[in-house]
């Protein structure tokens, strides 16, 4: 049977080399609504303990020894957990650059965890964010190896720190996840409402698509969508759950197919003007 914490992939050295992963962890997951819709885009997935306790408590645990394997664990758990709660449409997975040695082949367990358990190449995305410093060109690397798989590629957290103008220039992803230090409270906020309609210009002239996140309420969401926001993800959806696919409820999808038919309508008049 396929288990996903004894799961080695053939010919990483890398990973093969390196200490049995000594860390147990599991993941919750939490949803990306597309407004245009109203369906799920797809879940990402977040590493927790076993106890559903934080991402913090886990990633506290790596050092040079564990970095590669703990990598390529979370994807295929992510991989084999998605599968088992028949997960449908994306499977958006945080990967840490800095853990990826060569990007030919340490996707290689990632191949082979979706081939194995048939999950679908195309539906899955990784997110990356320049929390730590990348050497020049590595992560740009790892992005062209990856479309190569059909993968998704996002930039995640944008606009905190790192993740900024020069890594979009850089990686050209295939999705931008517009972090919540831009989106809180953008409804009220004239400074951070003028730089993401900027941003939201220039993802559409490059067909970058955008995914919100950090959204807690209607108003963010409503002065998003009318710049042309249509993917989010956050409390107002819906929390993470562990080990679980939450659902988004059904008072929040009537609102928010309130909210695209509001866009729609407007800009339909726009158009007649
Ligand atoms: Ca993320």
């Not at 709660?85 to 945080?94: C, E, K, R, V």
């Not at 060569?102 to 679908?120: S, V």
């Not at 988004?248 to 999808?253: F, K, L, S």
Request: charged share 25%; proline share 4%; aromatic share 10%.
């Amino acid at each position: 049977m396929f288990d996903p914490k004894t799961f080695v992939p053939v010919g990483c050295k890398e990973c093969r080399s390196g200490h049995n992963l000594d860390i147990d962890f599991s993941m919750a997951f939490q949803p990306i609504v597309d407004i245009s819709s109203n369906s799920i885009y797809g879940y990402e997935a977040l590493v927790r303990g076993l106890n559903d306790e934080g991402a913090a408590s886990i990633l506290s645990q790596l050092n040079d020894g564990n970095r590669y394997k703990f990598d390529q664990a979370i994807r295929v758990k992510a991989i084999d957990l998605a599968k088992k709660l028949d997960l449908q449409g994306m499977l958006s997975i945080n990967f840490l650059p800095n853990a990826v040695y060569k990007p030919e082949t340490c996707i290689r367990a990632t191949l082979e965890a979706a081939n194995e358990l048939g999950f679908p190449l195309n539906r899955l995305q990784f997110e990356v964010t320049e929390g730590e410093e990348v050497k020049d060109h590595h992560l740009k690397n790892i992005f062209i190896e990856y479309k190569k798989h059909q993968f998704l590629t996002a930039i995640d957290d944008f606009g905190a720190g790192y993740a900024g103008l020069n890594l979009l220039a850089e990686l050209e992803p295939d999705v931008l996840k517009l972090d919540m230090a831009l989106t809180r409270n953008i409804n009220a906020d004239r400074v951070r409402r003028s730089l993401v309609f900027a941003t939201l210009a220039a993802c559409r002239e490059l067909s970058i698509k955008v995914i919100a996140e950090g959204i807690e309420t209607r108003e963010e969401c409503l002065t998003l969508a009318d710049e042309g926001v249509t993917l989010f993800q956050g409390y107002y959806f819906a929390k993470p759950e562990f080990e679980a696919l939450p659902e988004v409820p059904q008072e929040i999808w009537q609102q928010s197919g309130e909210i695209w038919a509001q866009v729609a309508s407007r800009r339909a008049a726009d158009r007649r003007n």
